[in-house]
């Protein structure tokens, strides 16, 4: 029974975070500064949740700093999503099997 409790609650949490906005603003945003705030939400939010796990994902520091500078580094010469993926991951790896065999 607690279960069912606990997902009625949880949905309505859900719910309500994603209805007040909508049930507050009628009118269209006009505010230049308001529009650019909720436009950089989701990258925030991604970068805050993401960022941190990059750092606890390997086996030491050092691999995962590696990773993320050239994850950096490569999105920052638009590079593709996938290219960016496989050749951070590719760095974390190889700095991670420098490392233990130093």
């Known amino acids: 029974m607690k279960l069912y409790i606990y997902i ?4 309505l949490v859900t719910y309500l975070i994603r209805m007040i906005p909508f049930a ?10 308001i529009q650019s705030f909720l436009y950089y939400i989701p990258y925030s939010v991604l970068s805050a949740m993401t960022i941190p796990a990059i750092f606890y994902s390997t086996s030491g520091k050092i691999s995962a700093a590696a990773g993320f500078i050239t994850a950096v ?3 920052l010469k638009n590079r593709s999503l996938i ?3 496989l050749l951070s991951c590719a760095a974390a790896f190889a700095a991670d099997l420098i490392v233990s065999f130093i």
Request: no cysteine.
């Open 8 to 11: 009625i609650i949880m949905a």
């Open 24 to 33: 507050l603003v009628r009118k269209k945003i006009r505010s230049k500064f």
């Open 83 to 85: 290219t960016v993926a």
């Open 73 to 75: 580094l490569l999105s």
